[in-house]
């Protein structure tokens, strides 16, 4: 049960790292988008691979960092049967979530988008507008990092269900822990 837990904390601060890396991209978004604006309408001029590059930092950063939101469950879920459930039936509700749908929209992602990717890699894909940046294939390889970071975290998250149901919750940092809802009153 120790590597099982060793392998959450492992999992879960991958993600965490690229999370905190890639979110970093949000602030390179916001200057060249401003940059964007500026040369548009102080200078009555523009450069087309700015364009291209904020809208291609966004992309990276948004797939890129999907691991990280569901480690922290920042993804949407039916909260009015999660939130006030009991550890057990959250680690349970988890467990299953992650086998039944999580998991499998990962492979689907990755069965359909693996030749998709690979082409745009063949041809050294550019951007479809003209005087766009080159390398759109870069862009088009984190689809396969979004299934990845995010089948990887379901795992942590179906190794963290198996620790509560064994009743080793314990051997998981806080920080991995499920959180108890506190009663309002």
């Known amino acids: 049960m120790r590597a099982l837990a060793r392998l959450v904390v492992v999992i879960s601060g991958f993600n965490r790292l690229i999370g905190n890396v890639f979110s970093w991209l949000s602030l390179a978004i916001v200057v060249v988008c401003f940059t964007v604006v500026v040369q548009r309408y102080v200078f009555s001029t523009t450069q087309l691979w700015m364009q291209d590059l904020y809208v291609w930092l966004n992309g990276a950063m948004f797939t890129a960092v999907a691991g990280f939101a569901l480690l922290r469950n920042d993804h949407v879920r039916v909260d009015i049967f999660y939130r006030p459930a009991p550890v057990r039936r959250k680690a349970l509700i988890d467990l299953v979530g992650v086998v039944l749908f999580l998991l499998p929209f990962a492979f689907i992602v990755v069965y359909y988008g693996w030749n998709f990717v690979a ?4 041809i050294g894909e550019g951007s479809p507008n003209p005087g766009g940046l080159e390398g759109y294939f870069i862009l088009k390889a984190f ?3 979004f299934a ?3 089948a990887i975290q379901g795992v942590a998250m179906v190794l963290r269900s198996v620790l ?3 009743g080793n919750e314990r051997l998981l940092p806080e920080s991995l822990r499920y959180a108890e809802q506190r009663s309002p009153h």
């Open 119 to 122: 082409r745009a890699w063949r």
């Open 143 to 145: 689809i396969l990092v």
């Open 148 to 150: 990845f970071v995010i």
């Open 164 to 166: 509560v149901l064994s």
